[in-house]
């Protein structure tokens, strides 16, 4: 079991480095107590990818040396995020014979995960994640937790994530570049899911969407399982843009309007509402109707909007989300965000952060906002995987060839270990 467990999230307007203690309540309850965090300004990456490597593994340090001061210790290792455009979905299955006097074991799962793995791959994309969807036994389907079952044959139903190669090796050189180990990358919409989504909304189905500054993340859960994923070439700073056209301002000066005037309802902004900034060619500044920044807001949120609801449509989720969409990232923090959604779209639209009965202490206010989710949600992941391996190892000590009955004993046990996800 890991004593520490570090995250780093490598975004497009920023970059979170955050480190937290493992610890037991005695009862096999896992938890994190949060020592340090570290935050950095962004260079040298567009889009979520790195496209500068000297720029962002120098921000990447700022970020990770400011953390590293807060917790008083370095960081040895961290899950890291990995988003961008190049990322790639696809479903497979896979197969694994099953020895029907021990029931299926958690190798058994292995082997077919490793089976749904074996894909054929363009030259330069690698595989990320293969993560279970349901599982088959002897024919029957929809099997959440095979482990125990008796049967002769188990298949699982598998999503498997792709990256390009190239752009995997910028951003794990950005992070080795400062002696840290990659203990796992994670896609980061997964890692956003364990920190804003209810237990009951991923039973139910929900799409999640987050919206950072250069893409944003959609990801679809349904009975527990992740069933689609897709990286939409939008994001926070094409609103900024937007104004910025608008104004015909600096972009930097786009940004502090949007964050200190922007709100997707203009219909709510006074009339005569003013608002004054720098703009090209003129030594003073100008007024501008605020209503009209919001108007210019409304427009391409609408638009965004749209393009989730297109994209879930031609995957064939549209209408298996009774849960909706939960926002999160830092470009769903812009008010109206969720009454907007819900108008256009008629269906159930909130803003998801971090949850306060998550199960790590010392979060600040700062960090349970919605543009931290993902940097927190990379913690928890890491405390599931180190729950998951601490089960393998325990699996491993007491030999293959387990009884059924010891089987269900380990899989209650793994359950009272594993945090709860509400």
């Not at 709510?268 to 109707?289: H, I, L």
């Not at 609408?302 to 009774?322: K, N, Q, Y």
């Not at 993902?374 to 405390?383: I, K």
Request: aromatic share 4%.
């Amino acid at each position: 079991m890991q004593e520490f467990i570090s995250a780093i999230d490598i975004g497009t307007t920023k970059i979170c480095v955050l480190t937290a203690q493992v610890s037991h309540d005695g009862l096999g309850k896992l938890s994190l107590r949060l020592l340090g965090a570290g935050v950095a300004p962004s260079r040298g990456i567009r889009r979520g990818v790195v496209v500068d490597v000297p720029e962002a593994t120098a921000a990447v340090g700022e970020a990770i040396e400011k953390c590293e001061q807060e917790a008083g210790r370095q960081i040895l290792s961290a899950y890291v995020g990995i988003a961008g455009s190049h990322i790639g979905t696809r479903n497979s299955r896979g197969v694994s014979p099953v020895d029907r006097r021990s029931g299926v074991t958690s190798a058994d799962m292995q082997r077919a995960l490793e089976g749904a793995r074996a894909v054929a791959l363009p030259e330069n994309q690698e595989v990320i994640h293969t993560i279970a969807r349901s599982w088959t036994v002897d024919g029957e389907t929809e099997v959440q937790q095979p482990v125990g079952m008796s049967a002769y044959r188990l298949e699982v139903d598998a999503h498997i994530v792709t990256g390009s190669s190239t752009a995997i090796n910028n951003l794990v050189q950005c992070v080795a570049a400062h002696g840290i180990d990659i203990d796992e990358l994670v896609l980061e919409p997964l890692a956003a899911n364990e920190a804003v989504l209810r237990a009951e909304e991923r039973r139910m189905g929900v799409a999640v969407v987050d919206m950072g500054g250069g893409t944003s993340d959609l990801a679809v859960f349904i009975d527990n399982g992740l069933c689609h994923t897709v990286i939409l070439d939008m994001g926070g700073n094409h609103l900024t843009n937007d104004v910025a056209v608008a104004l015909r301002c600096p972009f930097e000066t786009a940004e502090e309007i949007k964050l200190r005037y922007g709100t997707l309802l203009p219909e709510r902004v006074a009339p005569d509402e003013t608002v004054w900034a720098n703009v090209f060619g003129e030594k003073s500044e100008r007024s501008f109707s605020r209503r009209f920044i919001c108007d210019v807001l409304e427009a391409r949120a609408l638009e965004m909007l749209e393009i989730v609801a297109d994209r879930l449509t031609a995957s064939g989720f549209i209408d298996r989300l009774p849960a909706g969409i939960v926002l999160t990232g830092g470009c769903s923090q812009l008010p109206g965000f969720a009454e907007l959604g819900r108008s256009a779209l008629s269906m159930p639209v909130r803003v998801g952060a971090a949850q306060h009965s998550l199960p790590i202490a010392g979060l600040t206010r700062n960090l349970l906002s919605p543009g931290y989710a993902t940097s927190v949600g990379l913690l928890l992941w890491g405390l599931h995987e180190d729950a998951r391996a601490v089960h393998r190892r325990f699996e491993a000590d007491h030999g293959g060839g387990v009884s059924q009955k010891w089987m269900g004993a380990a899989a209650k046990w793994l359950k009272n270990l594993l945090p709860d996800r509400d």
